[in-house]
């Protein structure tokens, strides 16, 4: 696979003008926003088993962008595209509830007191993860770590635009390398799952 190839066409530009998912995926399907796709595995198994639902998965890992880029070439997934890029800079291009759901399997937990702020969902970057999924939309989100389990649940849970809570390991979702590395670890899985309320 040569990557300038495979970028162009299955790649998104992290800046831009706004995104028309249309015009991207030439359909109108349900969008899912995967922040943080990893080493792109479990991914890939994904949008090979919701071949419905148009999926765009974000990374500044760059083996792990090059995995999705051979995965879509490879099994001819035309409901997949990547952003090699930083997440809250590409949710700039998305209009207002673009999407269905937001997944953040495994995110960076930051757990030194010192560094929390540069968690993702800390420092009113919650607010533009929430902004791009539409009313009765979705946000999943799994984790090894709990304590940034409890930090998530008391920021989502002060929140009256939310609905929802912890919920028992999804068994259609694929293992994602981070999560083998808890497990071996002998870590807890963690997942959440919220709802936007509709107006």
Known sequence: MIWDEAIDRWGLDEQGP????VAVFGRESELVIEIGSGDG???????????????IAIDVHTPGIARLLE??????????RVVHGDAM???????????ARVRVFFPDPWPKRKQQHRRLFAGGRLDEILRVIAPGGTLHVA????EYATWLERLCGAR?????????????????????NGRAAGRDIHEMLYGLRKA
């Open 18 to 21: 706004l995104l028309d998912p």
């Open 41 to 55: 595995r479990a991914t890939g198994e994904m949008a090979q088993a919701e071949p419905g639902r148009d999926l």
């Open 71 to 80: 995965v879509i070439e490879v099994e001819h997934l035309s409901n997949l």
């Open 89 to 99: 800079s590409f949710l700039g291009r998305c209009p207002d509830g673009i999407c």
């Open 143 to 146: 984790t090894d770590i709990a």
């Open 160 to 180: 009256p635009d939310l609905v929802g809570g912890r919920i028992p390991r999804d068994p259609a979702r694929p293992l994602t390398k981070f999560e083998e």
